[in-house]
Nanobody, 123 residues
Framework: QVQLVESGGGSVQAGGSLRLSCVAS???????MGWFRQAPGKEREVVAA???????SNADSVKGRFTISKDNAKNTLYLQMNSLQPEDTAMYYC??????????????????WGQGTQVTVSS
């Protein structure tokens, strides 16, 4: 089974940037991937997703600020986060599924999850 390991989280001031990475142990089982986040007391929500041919979809709250990308040669998923705001503070998780007809936006559509990386944005 594919394992996912996130990195790149940290603490930044509002307006700053971070780049999250998620390394998959295998290309098999991680053709389609997504980034999700969960703040304390809130449900897990999609941030962005990418499908097997590179089509992407972003949540409205991050459009124009966050960019999801995937390096298939390195089995690595990225999330470039710019213009960070305090409301972006959350634990960020990457997720994977072996196949999808397009970017998957629901947590229930993924079967493998990383352990998460914390992002904290101060005002």
């Amino acid at each position: 089974q594919v394992q996912l390991v996130e990195s790149g989280g940290g603490s930044v001031q509002a307006g700053g940037s971070l780049r999250l990475s998620c390394v998959a142990s295998s290309a098999y089982g991680s053709a389609c991937m997504g980034w999700f986040r969960q703040a304390p007391g809130k449900e897990r929500e999609v941030v962005a997703a990418i499908d097997i041919v590179g089509r992407t979809s972003n949540a409205d709250s991050v459009k124009g600020r966050f960019t999801i990308s995937k390096d298939n040669a390195k089995n690595t998923l990225y999330l470039q986060m710019n213009s960070l705001q305090p409301e972006d503070t959350a634990m960020y998780y990457c997720a994977a599924v072996s196949w999808c007809p397009g970017p998957r936006l629901g947590p229930h559509e993924y079967y493998r999850w990383g352990q998460g990386t914390q992002v904290t944005v101060s005002s």
